[in-house]
């Protein structure tokens, strides 16, 4: 039995992995010298001290509550809690306590650098999700103004002496301008790191009902196939971030394209009335399943589109980002009649 003593003893002096005795107040009975070689504090410093006296004070109350829960007699495994060090940092601590009469026998490993290891890893993954998304957002909303320019320098080449030519320039004019602002929002959007929110500017304009008809000339002039009704009745001024809106707009027309019946026409309805700006674009076709509606607004979510060069499943979830960062909403309907998307926010 001696020797048993003595190689225990050994043991808790010389494992790397801290152990201490704890009273019922809470308070260190003895420790063993891994405690000083992590922590700094020497032994005297600790024994006799209550352990609250070492936490982060974010970790008192929870700590407490598990201490609670030891002292009714039941062990408490890999709890984890931070401990002051002697020169002010912090180490994440994985605690084993288990009760025996009026003392609670404790083993205590250092998880610290587990903690950082799986922090930069996450950070890692982060910055990789978000290069992919930067990459997906800048090809997907440069498409459709992209399209528009394409599409009108072909009609200067084959109809230079066009009467509309001054039309056609002008609405080139246009969709470079918006391909700057979409170069912005993009550039906004790695800034504010896409799924933590999207930053907008919220301001009186009395020419939304104009950005918001541009938009729909410039899906027009890239699907000539493609028919669109409107119906935009905004009167005074609206308190929006209109560039977003505007992107917003696009993105669901260029959704309403892909997704609905070409027979049948994209309708537009756009109106501002009680402190409220709602928008809605409905098309025609097949109803949106069940089981994609719960995911349509992911990042990356296709569905079935008719081909596989089709968008890359950014836009409704970036028409959804600008929805909830003007404090509103983005619904959809949709069944045999009608897809219907709905913005709804306060202006």
Request: net charge negative.
């Amino acid at each position: 039995m001696t020797n048993e003593l003595q190689r225990a003893s050994l043991t808790w002096k010389v494992s790397p992995d801290m152990f201490c005795i704890l009273d019922r107040e809470g308070r260190f009975v003895a420790v063993n010298p891994a405690w000083k070689a992590t922590l700094g504090w020497s032994k005297g410093e600790i024994e006799g001290k209550a352990f609250v006296d070492f936490l982060h004070p974010d970790d008192v109350e929870r700590s407490l509550e598990a201490f609670e829960v030891v002292k009714t007699g039941k062990p408490v495994l890999r709890f984890e809690n931070r401990y002051r060090a002697r020169n002010g940092d912090y180490h994440w601590f994985s605690w084993v306590a288990v009760p025996d009469e009026e003392r609670f026998y404790c083993t205590v490993r250092d998880v610290t650098e587990d903690k950082d290891r799986i922090e930069l890893l996450r950070q890692k993954e982060a910055d990789a999700e978000l290069k992919e998304v930067f990459l997906a957002v800048l090809g997907h909303d440069l498409r459709n103004p992209l399209a528009a320019l394409e599409s009108g320098i072909r009609i200067l080449c084959r109809k230079l002496e066009d009467e509309k030519l001054g039309a056609v320039l002008q609405q080139m004019q246009g969709s470079t301008t918006r391909m700057s602002e979409l170069i912005d929002n993009v550039m906004d959007l790695a800034r504010d790191r896409l799924g933590s929110g999207m930053g907008v500017e919220r301001e009186p304009t009395a020419g939304l009902a104009d950005d918001l008809k541009q938009v729909i000339e410039e899906i027009k002039v890239s699907h000539r196939d493609v028919a669109i009704r409107q119906n935009i009745n905004i009167q005074g001024e609206v308190t929006c971030d209109a560039s977003r809106i505007g992107q917003l707009l696009s993105n669901l027309l260029a959704n309403a394209v892909m997704h609905g019946d070409p027979a049948q026409p994209i309708d537009v309805q756009a109106s501002n009335q009680d402190g409220r700006l709602t928008l809605s674009v409905a098309n025609g076709g097949d109803p949106i399943p069940d089981d994609a509606l719960e995911h349509l607004f992911q990042p990356f979510f296709r569905g079935k589109v008719r081909d596989s060069r089709h968008g890359l499943g950014l836009g409704l979830y970036i028409a959804h980002q600008i929805a909830m960062a003007h404090g509103g909403t983005l619904d959809v309907k949709s069944d045999a009649h009608e897809t219907r998307f709905t913005l709804d926010i306060p202006g």
